[in-house]
């Protein structure tokens, strides 16, 4: 079983405790379709990383099996904290080419393009960053780090970075001198020109200062978050696939072979350019839906939450036609609700189809892939879905939203 299907709860939990204290202490810092959105992108990429599992793990046993140079002993307490350090280092570098390289950024955009920052944006995670990412931790499985080590440290990593997605923790002193802290990290995800490329490391900030891309946060000059180009979008399908369409424009447009790969490899901005400037005028995205839309999609995320959490626990277990069928409807479900936030024409009708036919089939099946459930609990789920349609229909589906006091942000 997974072990972020464990953790699933713990991050529910957090979210709705920073959004109560948030209220008072950071105004403007949660937005609901930003940040169902933001699930929804963690959820894509979960679904994703079932299916590139050899990718991320099944390439590092591989080497690991045929090509280490030595052979740690997991048992040494030393190795681990060797792994660690040494995971760490590969992830900063991973991080740093995210931000220097075009193919890579086209997976790490995903991360960067809320506006908002709290614990939401820390599981708005890409889809596609396994098919890049695992060249970089090869050096590991070389030196003889076991892939069970190799595993758990990965987790941790990723799992320390989740609480510095946060507007509620100040600086704190000397520990941000050594560790990612949320005052670094909410460096990293601003737009300002000083925020640019800067503070990559996972755990460790020592990386950055080591080489040359740490910067303090700034007291007199507010982090305002997101990316140069935005996304201008609720939909986690199109936000984890716009940047590559970008990329494969240029690259037909290049006038030779070697300049149409090339594109691939130089930075975001074009090689020797600046990045666009930051809008003086800047405001965070916002669609035309209205407060019943964003309520009922805040409901469908909820329900949605545990047929995720059981594919996440179980998809390597199930066969690979039912592993896509699952992932099918979990992506229907998610790509429907992003029609519903951006209020989009048939909105209404497909979220329907879709809710009926999830229905439909939750309470025509025995078992929900392997899940056997009696129908008397299929079918109160299969009502609350159903119920809560009216909410789509009501006259503010296409109301015009009112801005929240920090949605006009000046530079």
Sequence with gaps: MSPIAYAIPIFMLSIVVEYLLSRRRAPGAYDIADGITSLHFGVLSQIAGAFTFFLTIGIYTWTFEHFRLATLPQTEWWVWLFALLFYDFCYYWVHRAGHEVNLLWGAHQVHHSSEYYNLTTALRQTATGAFTAWPFYLAMALAGVPPFVFGVV?????????????????????????LVTPSNHRVHHGQNDYCLDRNYGGIFIFWDRLFGTFVDERDDEPVVYG????????????????????????????????????????????????????????????????????????????????????????ARQLEWLERVQYALILVAWIWSLSSVLEARAQSRRVETLRVVATASLLISSASWFGLAMDIIWRAPFALLMLLPLWYLYRHDQAATPTPSSRSSISA
């Design 154 to 178: 990965a987790l941790i990593d990723l799992l320390y970075q989740y609480w510095v997605h946060t507007q509620l923790v100040p600086k704190l002193g000397v520990i941000d001198r050594i």
């Design 227 to 314: 990316i140069r180009s935005p996304l201008g979008s609720y939909d986690p399908v199109w936000g984890n696939l716009n940047v590559y369409r970008d990329i494969a424009r240029q690259s037909r447009a290049a006038p030779s072979l070697a300049k149409a790969i090339g594109v691939w490899f130089e930075p975001p901005a074009g090689r020797g350019k600046k990045p666009p400037p930051m809008r003086e005028d800047f405001r965070r995205y916002d669609s035309s839906a209205g407060a019943s839309a964003r309520r009922y999609a805040l409901w469908q995320y909820v329900l949605l939450i545990a047929p995720a959490t059981h594919f996440i626990a179980i």
